[in-house]
């Protein structure tokens, strides 16, 4: 099959198998980039610039490779070091398609070497401690490294520990699963595989009996906030393949499905075309009996209180109280943080709601009061942006904005707060969700709530090959 074949498959929404379209894409990398079209952002960053100075990147995802071969590219003599332990490559969001059996696990791990140059100092570590005050920091190893300027693209950490009575070794176990769990240094992403075993577990159970699902999200800032949701969705409609069914709850933190709400409503219509799914909002999962399955929530709500005169409404009082719920299937989405060696450093917000995320700019992405570090993708502490589409538009203003740093000058480019949220409501159906800090901004002239058959097919076969040949090597 070649390019144009592809294409009018795509145009007549006609099928297409998963590993035909990886592997032509796999094979044409200048075909990803043909399909990818207005989709990249501009190259922003100067070209050649002879700004001196020790670049140091902290961390080995995405948002450090950008940055990498941006700014590799981008100084005509450069002197960069990375500090990232993996060698291999995940690529997180694949990890839903893994679990949903439309990718295998090889389709998402891959090498990480080959994105890292001979010009570039790769010390296999992680950071234990910084100190921008001297700017220098010290890695877990206890390897001291100096730089001149500092790019942090640590990303997150989860925290199933906080969850009292669960720890990472019980997923796979009891009906309980969590996509996100991975070991990115080690290069595994078990979570996918897991929650993989866990839908045809629940496929088993329902040609027996209704399941209970439950499926959590937490009140902290999420990688990836539609996921928890993506498995709710897919989890369901994989069942109504066979013409199965269970009973469906969404236990969420917050107080609405989504915060846009044209988005919304596109998705309160989805539930209610499944018809058994119930939502649960100010619910967030405290505590776990895996061997009784009973999850126990922290309930906060409003009731109505006496009739103000003055005010001419009623005064609300909150309540919050312990709930129980129990279930025979669970996927748990963990409490998120930034990782500790930016929490408990200067580097990291000392108060407010983001305290313990990088502090940065949110437009210009450079720290607030260290004015030679800049951050990029999970770890920084901005409104939005914990997507792999938010990085993508983050590395041009950060390399940009970093060589005008080294070059005397101030930053100049701005981050628009853009966030992508491919949202799986069916298999074969995605409402992409595209918005920044000022509401909706989709890329492309189409209702951006309805779901399409299309944004399966480019998030399925197009983005995982663009990932790993365009965006990883800053050329989208």
């Not at 020790?54 to 071969?69: D, E, F, H, P």
């Not at 437009?363 to 999970?378: A, C, M, P, S, W």
């Amino acid at each position: 099959m070649n390019l144009e074949e592809l294409k009018k498959r795509v145009n007549a929404n006609e099928g297409l198998s998963r590993r035909d379209a990886l592997k032509l894409m796999a094979l044409s990398p200048v075909a990803a980039s043909v399909l990818a079209g207005a989709a990249a952002p501009a190259t922003l960053e100067a070209a050649a610039s002879n700004a001196k100075g020790k670049v140091v990147i902290v961390g080995g995802g995405s948002s450090a490779l950008m940055v990498l071969a941006r700014l590799r590219r981008a100084l005509a003599n450069p002197d960069i070091t990375i500090i990232a332990p993996n060698e291999k490559h995940v690529y997180q969001p694949g990890q839903i398609f893994v679990a949903a059996g439309e990718y295998d696990l090889e389709d998402i791990i891959f090498d990480n070497t080959g994105y890292i140059g001979d010009d570039v100092t790769w010390v296999k570590d992680e950071v234990a401690t910084f100190d921008p005050d001297n700017n220098k920091l010290i890695t877990k190893k206890g390897t001291e490294v100096a730089y001149d300027y500092l790019v942090v693209a640590t990303g997150v950490q989860y925290h199933y520990e906080q969850i009292e009575g669960l720890n990472v070794d019980m997923l796979g176990k009891n009906g309980i699963a969590s996509v996100y769990q991975s070991d990115l240094a080690a290069g595994t992403a078990e979570g996918a595989t897991i929650t993989r075993d866990w839908f045809n577990a629940l496929k088993e159970a329902a040609k027996t009996s209704k399941p209970r699902v439950i499926c959590t999200q937490p009140s902290t800032p999420l990688k990836c906030g539609g996921a928890p949701q993506k498995i709710l969705y897919l989890s369901d409609d994989f069942l109504r393949r066979d013409k199965l069914t269970a009973e469906f709850t969404f236990a969420t933190a917050g107080e609405k499905l989504f915060s846009l709400p044209e988005i919304e409503a596109a998705l309160d219509k989805v539930q209610k075309g499944y018809g058994n799914i119930t939502n649960k909002f100010g619910h967030e999962l405290i505590r776990i009996d895996a061997e009784k399955k009973i999850a126990t929530f922290h309930h906060k709500y409003q009731v109505q209180g006496e009739f103000d005169k003055d005010l001419n409404e009623y005064d609300m009082i909150d309540k919050e109280e312990e709930v129980e719920m129990p279930y025979d299937f669970i996927h748990i989405t963990p409490p998120t943080a930034a990782v500790d060696a930016v929490a408990n450093s200067p580097l990291g917000w000392q108060k407010g709601s983001a305290k313990g995320w990088l502090e940065v700019d949110r437009e210009t992405l450079q720290h607030r009061r260290y004015k030679n570090v800049f951050g990029i993708g999970d770890v920084c502490g901005i409104p939005i942006g914990k997507t792999g589409g938010s990085a993508r538009h983050q590395g041009p203003i950060v390399v940009g904005n970093l060589i005008s740093v080294m070059e005397k000058k101030e930053p100049s480019l701005k981050f628009d707060g853009y966030t992508v949220c491919p949202l799986k409501v069916s298999y074969g159906k995605i409402i992409m969700a595209e918005f920044n800090y000022d509401g909706l901004a989709p890329s492309f002239p189409l209702d951006p709530a309805q779901p399409r058959w299309v944004w399966w097919a480019f998030d399925l076969y197009m983005l995982q090959p663009m990932y790993r040949y365009l965006m990883l090597n800053g050329l989208m």
